[in-house]
């Protein structure tokens, strides 16, 4: 029997990339996985910087059902939420129960990496609206189906596993805003014995980031190899998303899920835990890579002396 036979997620923000790659390790798990997004064969999303872009929720959904589970295509816009509480109404009348919810909702923001007074307001409250607000309407909608039953797994897709500023004021927004929503909604969920967590992925080889170095997933160490703008940018120490895929059904098959409710997590650090490897048998340590490779960002010191940090009780 596989590890999350008879369990249903949802992944919220599944048309690529992490998204995609847990929905599929879901999937290879076991689970009935709804695969939500905008982007349908029927419904493209017309909005950038993904209009045009050819990936769609159903084709997730087939990959899904590929790998051993069932995929389900749900269209739904996240910032709507009579979109988002007729989805838990459908995976509820269809299902009788919702076991993982997974937010990777994207703010889908191209960054200009410029001073936050420099910065377009408009675009980045869009972006906090689109990756921030999106989360909280749609855990509010998923967590009466865990409270009810009293389990479950909310899991919220960040950026980095520590609290250091990220270099633009909206993108650090966002992703530091995602973990803390974890350790919110753990709080509020612990004693109803759900349990709420953040993770992070490293660099990871999504169909964009391929796209932009001129690779693909059968050639991209090569070109890791010989791209001096791909060393430059650490190409050679990515990983795939199905490797956070990997972390994601670890966590969601893990009977004492709850006592890692309330923290952040990487990818790295969940494989050394739980034993798993990237698809094709390596298993990347985008941080190790990263303080090796460029050890004057790793050790930069914050500009005013203050560092926040995570501490475990």
């Known amino acids: 029997m596989k590890s999350l036979e008879g369990k249903v997620a949802v992944v919220a923000g599944a048309t690529r990339g992490a998204g995609r790659g847990i929905a599929c390790m879901l999937g290879e798990a076991g689970a009935v996985v709804y ?8 419904r493209p999303n017309a909005e950038p910087p993904f209009a045009g872009r050819p990936e769609t929720i159903e084709e997730t959904a087939e990959m899904v059902s590929a790998r051993g589970g069932v995929g389900i295509p749900a269209r739904t816009d996240h910032l709507d939420e009579r979109q988002v509480e007729a989805l838990f109404k459908r995976v509820e009348k269809e299902q009788g ?3 993982v919810l997974v937010n990777d909702i994207s703010e889908g923001e191209m960054y200009d990496w410029k001073p936050f007074w420099k910065l377009s307001p408009e675009r980045g409250l869009n972006a906090l609206r689109r990756g921030v607000h999106t989360h909280v309407i749609t855990t509010r909608h998923a967590a009466p189906l865990m409270v009810k039953r009293k389990g479950g797994l909310v899991v919220e897709v960040g950026d980095g596993d520590a609290l250091y500023y990220r270099g633009n004021l909206i993108y650090d927004l966002v992703k530091v805003s995602t973990s803390r929503l974890a350790y919110a909604f753990a709080e509020e969920l612990r004693p109803h014995k759900v349990a709420a967590l953040a993770v992070t992925p490293g660099f990871m080889r999504t169909e964009v980031v391929l796209e932009q170095f001129g690779a693909t997933e059968a050639n991209w160490r090569e070109v890791a190899e010989k791209s001096s703008r791909a060393r430059g940018h650490g190409f050679a120490g990515s990983e795939s998303p199905y ?7 670890a966590l969601a098959a893990d009977p004492k899920v709850l006592e890692k409710s309330g923290g952040l997590y990487s990818s790295w650090g969940l494989a050394e835990e739980y034993g798993f490897d990237d698809l094709d048998g390596t298993r990347p340590h985008w941080w190790r890579y990263f303080t090796e490779h460029f050890p004057r960002m790793a050790n930069a010191r914050p500009k005013t002396g203050f560092r926040w940090t995570i501490e475990r009780q």
Request: charged share 35%; aromatic share 6%.
């Open 97 to 99: 129960r919702l076991d």
């Open 243 to 249: 490797f956070v895929g990997r972390a994601v059904a």
């Open 35 to 42: 695969c939500t997004g905008r982007n349908s064969r029927e």
